[in-house]
């Protein structure tokens, strides 16, 4: 039994290395790479503890490099997914009758192992895995991970520090309980950040986790899993299955203990999560917690007292970084008149210098997409707007795949606002922009607001005060993350809560207290220490 209150160790976010020439962690990182390089890795599943292995191979190879084998995992079926949830629901009892500080202290030292002695391997199986150089390999995978570990159990403490107010004579309290039955944590391939913290976040607060990670990112994910067994995270807690998404969903959303789902990926998808979540919910022990981060199509808007060359270097930084495929992206623009031949040399100046090819070149900027099927429908958008006559290619344009799924960083200049690359994601390095005349801004932010379904992450430039608080309020529902001055993207666990809403998602803020709370279920009690021995009131007596 626990004989104390504790205190958590001083919680902040971690520091990103340089990896500058000649710098201890670029030469290790190297070393990390060849060694990843030089080994064919065998992936199992991990479904309560164990590892399991079907023969059905699936190859793992890079975006970038196609023709090298990094290894194979083994492809499971729905057997696997009812097995994943069998082992969660044995592993359930023990796990939530578990003290807070002992589940804090697994995801405390998973966070110091990822920073720590594992640093430079989650590097190179993102950099290797899902084509990331290495500045967005380190933020992703060892910071934003580690920060996502440390600040849950901070907010963890937090939640359970709100109790309630207790009168004479009575003692009141909450009891923060895990959601009664499994999660599914269902994650995208773009941040193995993400990854982690999709299943980690309810599995801190008790609750246990079948994981089906994206099977472009099988790589990393196995990764954590080893990570955080070697944390001390008991058997079955977390589940780790490869199979096709619609036998995991089959399985899984039809089961009566199916208690929630934390979820990265793309609307459509989302959509029909929560639709059979409706057609279930009969089925159900309780109403499921569906929490989501869906599709963007994020925009930056220029107003004519803005520095043109920040709005061009945001431009760069916020479109063509990881190759456009981060949910923040910039993929539409919305440029005045007055600054667009200003702005227009700029961009065209740095997308000119940017280097594009394997992540090992730690020179190249932009690296390859994530797979066949997304560079052929950015090449083909990329064709579409050479053929059209409502669109310009102003910069890039060009696709190879011969080696890997290379796109270039590409501009496309539109003359109507609702062309299709101004509305549809688009998910890779392909930014679309709209200049608008100068005395036509109102009509500009209309066109903004009703031009998408989402509303992920949006930026402003403007170096008018007045401006800033007018369009600040004018775009209040157009996006959950909301830049003044800077890119859309790289939004920081405790800094900046990510998530927005519309088509984008439930906007329940990763790494904040407002997540965790999602995978809760409080119960209140009460407890009267010398109780009534008499039914009336004193209201009944007469004078």
Same mark, same amino acid.
């Given at each position: 039994m626990a004989k104390g209150v504790y205190q958590l160790p001083e919680i902040s976010n971690e520091p990103i290395m340089s990896y500058a020439p000649?710098?201890?962690?670029?030469?290790?990182?190297?070393?990390?790479?060849?060694?990843?390089?030089?080994?064919?890795?065998?992936?199992?599943m991990i479904i309560g503890g164990q590892e399991t292995r079907t023969g059905k191979l699936v190859d793992i190879r890079p975006p970038h490099?196609?023709?090298?084998?990094?290894?194979h995992y083994h492809q499971g079926d729905r057997s696997h997914v009812r097995a994943a949830i069998d082992a969660a629901m044995t592993a359930k009892p023990a796990w939530e009758k578990m003290h807070w500080e002992s589940r804090a202290a697994i995801f405390l030292k998973a966070a110091d192992l990822i920073a720590g002695p594992y640093r430079q391997q989650m590097n190179a199986a993102t950099m290797l895995g899902q084509s990331k150089n290495a500045f967005q390999a380190e933020i992703d995978c060892v910071c934003e991970l580690a920060d996502f570990f440390r600040f849950n159990v901070k907010n963890m403490y937090d939640i359970y520090h709100q109790q309630p107010h207790s009168s004479p004579g009575v003692w009141n309290r909450l009891e923060w309980r895990p959601l009664e039955g499994f999660v599914w944590a269902l994650t995208p391939f773009n941040f193995t950040s993400i990854a982690g913290n999709l299943p980690g976040a309810p599995a801190l607060v008790g609750n246990v986790c079948v994981w089906k990670p994206s099977k472009t990112a099988v790589y990393p994910a196995h990764l954590i899993m080893k990570i955080l067994r070697e944390a001390g995270l008991p058997d079955g807690v977390i589940n780790l299955v490869y199979c096709p998404g619609p036998a995991a969903a089959e399985e899984i959303l039809a089961h009566e203990h199916f208690a929630g789902i934390h979820f990265t990926g793309s609307t459509g998808v989302f959509n029909n999560i929560w639709e059979n979540i409706g057609k279930n919910i009969g089925?159900?022990?309780?109403y499921p917690r569906v929490v989501?981060?869906?599709?963007?199509?994020?925009?930056?808007?220029?107003?004519?007292?803005?520095?043109?060359?920040?709005?061009?270097?945001?431009?760069? $930084?916020?479109?063509? *970084?990881?190759q456009g495929q981060k949910c923040s992206a910039a993929s539409r623009a919305y440029i005045p008149a007055s600054l667009w031949p200003s702005i227009r040399r700029r961009l065209q100046q740095d997308i000119a210098s940017i280097k594009t090819g394997n992540?090992?070149?730690f020179t190249n900027f932009v690296n390859a997409v994530i797979d066949e099927d997304s560079f052929d429908k950015l090449a083909a958008a990329i064709d579409a707007a050479k053929a059209s006559p409502d669109a310009e290619i102003i910069a890039g344009g060009t696709h190879d795949k011969t080696k890997g799924f290379f796109i270039a960083p590409t501009v496309i200049?539109?003359?109507?606002?609702?062309y299709n690359t101004m509305r549809e994601e688009l998910f890779g390095p392909v930014l679309t922009l709209y200049v608008y005349d100068d005395d036509k801004v109102e009509e500009t932010l209309d066109l903004l607001d009703s031009g998408s379904i989402y509303a992920l992450t949006g930026a402003i430039f403007s170096?008018? $005060?007045?401006?800033? *608080?007018?369009?600040?309020e004018r775009l209040t529902h157009t996006a959950g993350n909301f830049y003044i001055n800077d890119k859309p993207t790289g939004a920081v666990v405790d800094q900046q809560p990510f998530g927005g809403g519309r088509a984008s998602g439930t906007n329940d803020k990763a790494g904040t207290v407002s997540n965790l709370l999602r995978w809760v279920s409080p119960r209140a009690i009460k407890e009267t220490f010398v109780s009534a021995t008499d039914y009336t009131y004193p209201s009944f007596l007469e004078e």
């Open positions: 000649g710098s201890p962690e670029k030469k290790a990182l190297k070393q990390a790479i060849a060694d990843a390089r030089a080994t064919v890795a065998d992936i199992p490099d196609r023709q090298h084998l990094l290894g089925k159900y022990r309780s989501g981060e869906t599709g963007g199509k994020d925009y930056i808007f220029a107003d004519p007292t803005a520095d043109p060359v920040a709005v061009a270097v945001a431009m760069t $930084r916020g479109a063509f *970084e990881y992540v090992e070149d200049r539109v003359n109507r606002p609702d170096n008018s $005060r007045a401006n800033i *608080e007018k369009l600040t």
